[in-house]
T-cell receptor, first 114, second 113 residues
Framework: DGGITQSPKYLFRKEGQNVTLSCEQN?????MYWYRQDPGQGLRLIYY???????QKGDIAEGYSVSREKKESFPLTVTSAQKNPTAFYLC?????????????FGDGTRLSIL | GENVEQHPSTLSVQEGDSAVIKCTYS??????FPWYKQELGKGPQLIID?????GEKKDQRIAVTLNKTAKHFSLHITETQPEDSAVYFC????????????FGKGTRLSVIA
């Protein structure tokens, strides 16, 4: 089946730790995205990548980092600089990065602070 | 920059009734408007979308209407069923700034059997 796989489903972070969330897609999409979702809020864009080896900051990039070394993979690192990391993180992909194509989402990773 | 307002934030309807969710946007250059359904613990799933050259689109019990002059678009669900209960998000393209797609804050729909 084609789709987007996020792992792990649940993740716990200690104070001062960096953690990395995985996102893999086999849809052959050029563009990939990371969103943060807080209770009662919409989806806020952290980073996106329109093509391999290139990515742009979204509206809330501070405290996060990404890489796009392969077309099918777009890992997100939540660094210790992110002071309020507890949230539901969603990865998505689309055929291109124009915003005019549907985005397909994974089932998310819930990050909590110990 | 683009701003998307979504109303209502919560909506309860009796099974079999219709549900309507409305969104307004600010960027007159926006040209793509998707709607997503999110069930508990899952990622959002695209249920219908509309482009700016079309005023209405229908897919079985779901329809979306777009009023470009007023800059608003609406999701209509007819003959609601309990499995329609979920959070629904609208979105619109943004042609400036650093976000390709801007999302509304969501509507929690409850269909009461």
């Amino acid at each position: 089946d084609g789709g987007i796989t996020q792992s792990p489903k649940y993740l716990f972070r200690k104070e001062g730790q960096n953690v990395t969330l995985s996102c893999e897609q086999n849809l052959n999409h050029d563009a990939m995205y990371w969103y943060r979702q807080d209770p009662g809020q919409g989806l806020r864009l952290i980073y996106y990548s329109q093509i391999v080896n290139d990515f742009q900051k979204g509206d809330i990039a501070e405290g996060y980092s990404v890489s796009r070394e392969k077309k099918e993979s777009f890992p997100l690192t939540v660094t210790s600089a992110q002071k309020n990391p507890t949230a539901f993180y969603l990865c998505a992909s689309s055929i291109d990065g124009t915003g005019n194509q549907p985005q397909h989402f994974g089932d998310g990773t819930r990050l909590s602070i110990l | 920059g683009e701003n998307v307002e979504q109303h209502p934030s919560t909506l309860s309807v009796q099974e079999g009734d219709s549900a309507v969710i409305k969104c307004t946007y600010s960027d007159s250059a926006s040209n793509y408007f998707p709607w997503y359904k999110q069930e508990l613990g899952k990622g959002p799933q695209l249920i219908i979308d509309i482009r700016s050259n079309v005023g209405e689109k229908k897919d079985q019990r779901i329809a979306v209407t777009l009023n470009k002059t007023a800059k608003h678009f609406s999701l209509h669900i007819t003959e609601t069923q309990p499995e329609d209960s979920a959070v629904y998000f609208c979105a619109a393209t943004r042609n400036s700034g650093n976000t390709p797609l801007v999302f509304g804050k969501g509507t929690r729909l409850s269909v009461i059997a």
